[in-house]
């Protein structure tokens, strides 16, 4: 595998399921991030983290939660969602001495909620 | 006023032309600034980036950079019908961690 995998690609899950999104890295970086991606809007940021530490959390309900074991992987728990939840999610990592946080990207999961 | 302003279109074009997708920006303190292409049903790719005010150009494609103006553009030349995709704009501050993205800017190509 190389650059950023995110698994699964397709989940459909209920308002009252508990699900998990997978990204897993192996570019070396240290640095890991959560984007929401919905129609006719710009990438939302959801969460940074940096040295497995999280630095920022962009006023995301508590419905998601982050979590980051190591510097190559990262989830995104997610419980009692709600329709508009509904988008692409993406995961991206960067190594952020290069200065410029050129950010590499994963396929995404399309999230679906009934 | 949003930080980083970009045209969604959608753009049509025919196979050949040259094609020019901007964005504008509102802060000052952004110093490298990105081009990324995103298919249908993919993640972002990065395409290019540039640091400061000037041109870069790889192939086919040329970004610019006019930071007296806060604007930037991404030229395509003899555009191609695997060019269609989204082009996203983002721009970073030096030393900062969140990139800002524009709306992005869905392209076609007709063969």
């Known amino acids: 595998e190389t650059g950023v995998t995110q698994t699964p690609r397709h989940l459909v899950m209920g308002m009252t399921n508990k699900k998990s999104l997978k990204c897993e890295q192996h570019l070396g970086h240290n640095a890991m991030y959560w984007y929401k991606q919905s129609a006719k809007k710009p990438l939302e940021l959801m969460f940074v983290y940096s040295l497995e530490e999280r630095v920022e959390n962009n006023s995301v309900p508590s419905r998601f939660s982050p979590e980051c074991p190591n510097s190559s992987h990262l989830f995104l728990h997610l419980h009692t969602l709600q329709p508009e939840d509904s988008a692409l999610y993406l995961c991206?990592?960067?190594?952020?001495?290069?200065?410029?946080?050129?950010?590499?990207f994963g396929p995404g999961t399309r999230l679906t909620v009934l | 006023q949003k930080e980083v302003e970009q045209d969604p279109g959608p753009l049509s074009v025919p196979e050949g032309a040259i094609v020019s997708l901007n964005c504008t920006y509102s802060n000052s303190a952004f110093q490298y600034f990105m081009w990324y292409r995103q298919y249908s049903r993919k993640g972002p790719e990065l395409l290019m980036y540039t640091y400061s005010s000037g041109n870069k150009e790889d192939g086919r494609f040329t970004a610019q950079v006019d930071k007296s103006s806060k604007y930037i553009s991404l030229f395509i030349r003899d555009s191609q019908p695997s060019d269609s995709a989204t082009y996203l704009c983002a721009m970073i501050g030096q030393g900062a961690q969140k990139l800002v993205f524009g709306q992005g800017t869905r392209l076609t190509i007709n063969p």
């Open positions: 991206a990592s960067s190594q952020l001495t290069s200065g410029s946080n050129e950010q590499f």
